[in-house]
């Protein structure tokens, strides 16, 4: 618990060293690249598995963009896109996307009181900390720290990011050092219950 605690402190002070700032009308020139699988305003993908990028933070979306450019994260639907793209097409992008509304899904009833609890105190005893702690107590997420919007996010996509930090293929960033921690000491069930819950946060 303690590495991951450090990690967390480590985390929000690298990502605090440089803020995204971007036009959001230059990125709405180049959304149509983005738009064929994230929906026009980022709020609708076409699949359940892609993520809704709408509203997710501006500093957030221009660093996972840069990953993507880099080749940092290969997301094989992404692969050329952004090859092009200098640092100010993405921050432009980012604050496009991030400008729009994040719609809220509804979660398995079913499963609400378990991703509750997970969500808002993690597991103590398997060492998962709580969500909340990070991403905000109604999942808004943290935009000087570059954490995420989750509430509303889709909970296949959810699910599967998941799923690739405790496979470790999602090994990008700092940030990513601790999803892995925490990833992988869940098990499916407990991924499951929270990304549902998390598709109906508000």
């Known amino acids: 618990m303690k590495k991951l605690i450090a990690g967390v402190v480590l985390g929000v002070s690298l990502s605090a060293t440089a803020v995204a700032a971007g036009d959001p009308e ?8 983005c738009a064929s699988c994230h929906g ?3 709020a609708e993908p076409i699949m359940s598995t892609y993520p809704k990028i709408a509203n997710l933070g501006e500093r957030y979306l221009f660093q996972q963009m840069v990953h993507v450019r880099e080749g940092r994260r290969v997301i094989p639907e992404m692969t050329g896109l952004l090859d092009n793209m200098s640092d100010q097409d993405l921050r432009d992008l980012a604050a496009y996307y991030n400008q729009h509304t994040m719609t809220i899904g509804e979660a398995n ?6 991703g509750q609890a997970l969500y808002r105190g993690g597991n103590i005893a398997a060492g998962i900390p709580s969500c909340a702690a990070c ?7 943290n935009e000087p720290a570059g954490y995420p919007r989750l509430s509303g996010q889709s909970a296949d996509y959810i ?3 998941l799923r690739e930090y ?3 293929t999602r090994d990008v960033d700092s940030n990513s050092q601790i999803m892995m921690d925490i990833a992988n000491r869940m098990h499916d069930t407990e991924i499951d219950a929270l ?6 946060l508000h």
Request: glycine share 20%; hydrophobic share 35%; net charge positive.
């Open 135 to 141: 991403h905000g107590p109604s999942g808004k997420g």
């Open 159 to 161: 699910a599967k990011s």
């Open 166 to 168: 405790r496979a470790g």
């Open 26 to 33: 230059a990125g709405k020139a180049n959304a149509a690249v």
């Open 40 to 42: 026009a305003t980022g």
């Open 109 to 114: 009833p079913d499963l609400v009181e378990r």
């Open 195 to 200: 990304a549902s819950y998390i598709s109906g």
